[in-house]
């Protein structure tokens, strides 16, 4: 059974940082593509940032470029999103993704942001 667990998440002043951390079980973790999405209240989900299978350069959203910092490990099967100068509008769920060619797509249940301002 594949599982991606989220963890991390969690209330914050504008300013702050957070750590997410994305525990996959039950796929080959080192053949996917991870990213992070998020979703605030009333909006669509969002891309935020992805890390291709051997943790090679990072790719953000505008949003987040400079601010964010994703990595994974592939021996612990763990992405992390590193999440500094947090913002009020950086306050939504965020999900971890995993995708590769030809494979099934999937996502986490997702751990809550909060950044008060």
């Known amino acids: 059974q594949v599982q991606l667990v989220e963890s991390g998440g969690g209330l914050v002043q504008a300013g702050g940082s957070l750590r997410l951390t994305c525990a996959v079980s039950g796929l080959s973790f080192s053949s996917y593509t991870m990213g992070w999405f998020r979703q605030a209240p009333g909006k669509e989900r969002e891309f935020v940032a992805f890390i291709n299978w051997n943790g090679g350069n990072g790719y953000y959203a505008d949003s987040v470029k400079g601010r964010f910092t994703i990595s994974r490990d592939n021996a612990k099967k763990t992405m992390y999103l590193q999440m500094n100068s947090l913002k009020p509008e950086d306050t939504a769920v965020y999900y971890c993704?995993?995708?590769?060619?030809?494979?099934?797509?999937?996502w986490g249940q997702g751990t809550q942001v909060t950044v008060s301002s």
């Open positions: 993704k995993a995708t590769g060619p030809g494979r099934p797509v999937y």
